[in-house]
């Protein structure tokens, strides 16, 4: 027995293997928690794929929606357009142009300039021309003509302009 007890002495701290029973009594409870922690892994990694698949649902949910917001802007940017073209009848349709609102609102207002620029040098150039009398031209040689002749001159007159005319 002191044989044993020195050999034991002799080891120090090292640590002394389990004998045999030992070791199979801690392995089954190395293999449970072995399994405790692959359930766990498990039913985390299944409640990741949930939580994937509804995240999938809702960005599908998500784009769907944003597909249709942008349906209703273009659709309202257009109607936009169409309503400044009929408010501004002066100003020529192809000038109001633009994808968003401030840029509808922009051509507008430089066709409305455009407008009152052409309207100016117009009115310019009208102002600079030589007018014009309302009214039929005075004829020439007419009724004036014949004032103050006597009824054979007035004959003649009449018969050489005819042949003149002719």
Known sequence: MEHEEEQQEGRGDRPVAPTE????????????????????AAAEAAALRAEREELGTLLAQAQAGAEAAQRQGAAARAAYRDYARHQNPQ??????????????????????????????????????QTPVPAGAPARAGGEAALEGMNPLEKISYALRTRVEGA
């Open 21 to 40: 029973p030992e070791s199979l009594a801690a392995e089954p409870l190395e293999i449970a928690e072995l399994r405790r922690q692959a359930e766990a």
């Open 91 to 128: 100003v020529p349709p192809e000038l109001i142009e633009g994808e968003t609102v401030e840029a509808i609102a922009a051509s507008v207002a430089r066709g409305q300039s455009l407008v009152q620029t052409v309207r100016r040098q117009a009115l310019a150039e009208l102002a600079t």
